[in-house]
């Protein structure tokens, strides 16, 4: 792989939890590490944590143990060691990786622009942020229909209506109702950053599941949706947070844009 097609994997294996957080499944590293053996590969997580723990920070924040199906056979699959990795875990995976492959050299590139770029990030002001994390939710999106068509979903308002029902506990017109958004303004526009982070979680989750899971149908993609929206819809009320239902409504992101547009041009 060149580097452009190594940047452009990890972009796309890119995944964020319920609060906005960037992470990368050990697994996917490895490949695009060019690393073929799994005890290989492990041997070099193994030394990440224990830097990670040398610079004075908690590995078990940033190492996650899990596991993944992986097919072996014709509709069997077996459960494997695995790692959520954040996104300064898999930076020290990258830097602990072998520099002779050049997939690790792109990696380490990669990560640290990434650093650099979340640098620039927490500078930004709180409706530049929301502003980015709707981009980030639209893009996730376009990934889920994507992986919904492969699927063979047909209806993709039943499928997307589906989720929603799951995290919200209400369908998207029901939702709209309650938080008093015009019938015209789409939900999503008018979500703040943590109403965006939860949904972001839910739709890049099914979007994964529906292709680890080879899950074939409408109805079995819908009730795949319905089934993570819960899931994540259960995550947030175990940690005590507010119901994405309650959450407010705010300025619909197309006027925040108008705004910062007019501003630019005026300054």
Known sequence: MNQQLIVSELDQRKRHDAHGNEYW??????????????????????KARQACETLGVDPSNQFVATTKKVRIGSGVFLNVDDFFLSRYASYLVAMNGDTKKPQVAYAQTYFA???????????????????????????????????????????YAFFHDAGYKGLYGMGVTAIKRKKGIPEKEDLLDCAGRVELAANEFRITQTEERLKRESIRGQNSASRVHGEV?????KAIKDIGGTMPEELPAETPIKKLTAKRRKKELGS
């Open 25 to 46: 499944r050990a697994r996917d590293l490895q490949e695009l590490l060019g690393y073929s053996e799994w005890r290989n590969f492990s041997a070099v997580i193994e």
């Open 113 to 155: 622009v990434q650093t650099i770029r979340q640098e620039q990030a927490d500078q930004l002001t709180e409706a530049e942020k929301r502003i980015k994390l709707r981009a980030d939710v639209k893009d996730a999106n376009k990934k889920l229909n994507s992986a919904a068509k492969g699927a063979g979903v047909i209806n």
């Open 229 to 233: 929206g819960r899931k994540v819809r």
